[in-house]
């Protein structure tokens, strides 16, 4: 319980980290001219530092990001409340769930980023097609959760609702909406990760802005430290839309005794 | 005790369909009895005798299959306000505080807010549960849960409490407090109530009457007006030796002892 005393798992853990991370960056640094790798293969940190702000300076990196954040949000965003519903659709609709289910798995099953191509066929070379990729991507963790969620309700939680005399939208909103709560915020974690893949792919397949078309502009130039200002950059994007999931659900799931929350994140 | 009749079964049985076999399963047989006012009638009988089917009929949950149920010379069409039911499971919201529990029913009622208020803070008070309003249902032990699924119950001011089990998943000793607490309120109240239970000396200790199941399709086959004093203590009725009278004669007629023998013997269920 006393989490940050002395000697504890949880601050030993932490000081191993912190070790590991500045191990890495030595191992970064020094390891690649001692292995005899050319830095065009695996350039080492101080090259890709060097690389970050000249791409900030000439290269428009703030807003490569920006664009690369925005589609995220909004795929994100879109396609955990396209998944909500449906999912408390289906949910509440056992003949809708079956008569559906076989397409959902279709395209459950279909690799989401194989859309791509066929997105910006549709849509140019402009933001939407990263954004609807996005939006496929998160709608299914976040459905699945849902829908799951909102069959297992307790049917005698249910009962004594009714037995009080609720009405169908006040079973809904006091008991089935609360909870599938926790299930939902498990999906919208996954999704917050996979909205940066959609978003991506889609930007690698077609564009001239975004962290994506950075990496393959990068790679065009055969500048290796410039993918990997894209990737370090990609990295921090999914990570801090990650942590948002969880900070959210930390307000949201309050009432969880603390250790079901995001776990160790 | 007046001589007003608030629950009344009549003539109800109940058969469900089966989809396995395509068979038919009588629950519950031609069941007749009546619950006069502020009167506490137990229900026992051997597992799946269709006390729980009749719990639901009352509480206008299920339509029986033939009869009639009837909450103050109403006849049962749905749920209604004047039945409240309570079940073994706590059925407590993990993400509403204790008030918010207790105040559910009547919140979902439409009560206005500064009413349920009240009414929450005067339950919590009786219940002794005062100082846990604001916590969560996972920081209470499983008798305080359970006495906040009773007061959630009392909130909405019931003429008719169906009580299937409340007490049968907590220990026995916090069972004897939970009784007594219940005992007192239904009397002080003057609420009526139908309990359920397995258990022969909570039927005795909490009632006014225990009615005697068969096995199914079930059919009330005795009925026993406890002739004992202190309705409201439980614990008063355990010390006194006419207990095991009724517990004994209850055993007889649930045919417990030789349900064992079968057992032992490698027999029929």
Not at chain 2, 91 to 107: D, F, Q, Y
Request: proline letters at 6%; a neutral charge.
């Amino acid at each position: 319980m006393n989490g940050g005393t002395r000697g504890s798992p949880t601050r030993k853990g932490a000081v191993a980290s912190v070790a590991l991370l500045i191990v890495f960056l030595y191992a970064w640094e020094w390891g690649p001219s001692l292995l005899g790798i050319p830095s065009f293969i695996v350039p080492p940190l101080s090259a890709v530092a060097a690389e970050f702000v000249h791409a900030w300076r000439f290269d428009h990196l703030l807003l490569h990001t920006g664009v690369t954040v925005a589609e995220v949000l909004a795929g994100f965003i879109l396609g955990s409340l396209l998944g909500a519903f449906v999912g408390y659709l289906l949910g509440m609709s056992p003949v809708a769930e079956l008569a559906l289910s076989p397409y959902i798995l279709a395209l459950q099953i279909a690799p989401k980023v194989a859309f791509a191509p066929l997105f910006i066929l549709w849509m140019g070379f402009t933001v939407y097609p990263k954004i609807l990729v996005a939006i496929l991507i998160v709608f299914f963790p976040v459905m699945v959760n849902v829908l799951t969620a909102v069959r297992t309700v307790d049917p005698d939680m249910i009962n004594l609702a009714r037995a009080f005399k609720a009405t169908r939208a006040q079973i809904f909103w006091k008991i089935e909406f609360p909870t599938s709560m926790p299930p939902m915020f498990a999906g919208l974690r996954i999704g917050a990760t996979l909205a940066v893949v959609g978003v991506v792919v889609g930007e690698l397949v077609g564009g001239n802005v975004g962290l994506g078309y950075l990496l393959t502009f990068g790679e065009g130039q055969a500048n290796t430290p410039l993918v990997f200002v894209a990737i370090v950059m990609l990295t921090i994007v999914g990570g801090i839309a990650y942590l948002g999931v969880i900070l959210i659900e930390r307000r949201v799931l309050h009432y969880l005794p603390a250790r079901r929350v995001g776990g160790n994140i | 005790m007046s001589d007003v009749v608030r629950l009344e079964y009549r003539n109800v049985t109940m058969r469900f369909s089966q989809t396995a076999n395509r068979g038919v399963l009588t629950a519950v047989q031609g069941v007749s009895f009546a619950v006069r006012d502020g009167e506490v009638v137990a229900l026992i009988g051997p597992s799946g005798c269709g006390k729980s089917t009749l719990l639901n009929i009352g509480s206008g949950l299920t339509v029986p299959s033939e009869g009639l149920a009837f909450v103050d010379g109403e006849r049962v069409a749905g749920p209604n306000a004047h039945v409240a039911f309570m079940l073994q499971k706590d059925l407590l919201l993990p993400w509403r505080t204790v008030a918010e529990n207790v105040m559910l029913g009547v919140e979902i009622q439409g009560v206005p807010a500064v009413e349920r208020q009240k009414r929450a803070r005067a339950l919590l008070a009786n219940f002794h549960l005062a100082e846990f309003s604001d916590h969560y249902p996972h920081q209470l032990s499983g008798g305080m849960r359970q006495r906040v699924a009773l007061a959630r119950t009392l909130a909405v001011d019931p003429h008719v409490l169906l009580l299937d089990e409340p007490f049968s998943a907590v220990d026995a000793q916090t069972r004897m407090v939970l009784q007594g607490d219940l005992a007192k309120t239904l009397k002080q109240a003057g609420k009526t109530a139908l309990l359920i239970t397995h258990d022969l000396a909570e039927a005795v200790t909490l009632s006014d009457r225990v009615l005697v199941m068969s096995r199914r399709p079930g059919t009330i086959v005795d009925e026993i007006v406890i002739d004992m004093p202190d309705r409201d203590n439980p614990l008063a009725r355990r010390h006194d030796p006419k207990l095991g009278d009724y517990v004994a004669r209850l055993m007889d007629r649930l045919d417990i002892g030789h349900a064992a023998l079968e057992q032992a013997a490698g027999g029929a269920p």
